[in-house]
């Protein structure tokens, strides 16, 4: 449940794409 929110928020802070690796 967490883990979806923090990629998303991850990506948007930091404006990459955490969800590939």
């Known amino acids: 449940m967490s883990e979806g929110w ?4 991850h990506v948007d802070a930091y404006g990459q794409n955490l969800e590939d690796f």
Not at 6 to 9: E, P
């Open 6 to 9: 923090d990629q998303r928020f």
